[in-house]
Nanobody, 124 residues
Framework: VQLQAFGGGLVQAGGFLRLSCIVS????????LGWYRQAPGKQRELVAT??????TNYADSAKGRFTISRNGKNTVFLQMNSLKPEDTANYYC????????????????????WGKGTLVTVSS
């Protein structure tokens, strides 16, 4: 299973970006898909997650500005509006509780999967 994130870039404060993440492989079930971020010199922190039943969870800093959504079990999005300079960070795609096909067998994994970050830079 691999996760690949897209959509980072440079944007002015008040602008918007849409991040996408593709989870490779044939995914039958998942517990959570989501996004974390890590700013320079800071710890990685939750941005938003979504469950297979579409329950969402947001960091306080993301509420009202960011929206997480998904398309099936393989793609998750993060719409980020009203961006602020403090949103500048590497954004990491995340998946947990996957049930997927591997070499003809069904695998239920307790691992946490991470994609490589996509850099979001918000200028003031």
């Amino acid at each position: 299973v691999q996760l690949q994130a897209f959509g980072g870039g440079l944007v002015q404060a008040g602008g918007f970006l849409r991040l996408s993440c593709i989870v490779s492989g044939k995914i039958f079930r998942f517990n959570r898909l989501g996004w974390y971020r890590q700013a320079p010199g800071k710890q990685r922190e939750l941005v938003a997650t979504i469950t297979e039943s579409d329950n969402t969870n947001y960091a306080d800093s993301a509420k009202g500005r960011f929206t997480i959504s998904r398309n099936g079990k393989n793609t998750v999005f993060l719409q980020m509006n009203s961006l602020k300079p403090e949103d500048t960070a590497n954004y990491y795609c995340y998946a947990a509780g996957l049930v997927y096909e591997q070499y003809g067998s069904v695998v239920a994994s307790g691992e946490h999967y991470w994609g490589k970050g996509t850099l979001v830079t918000v200028s003031s």
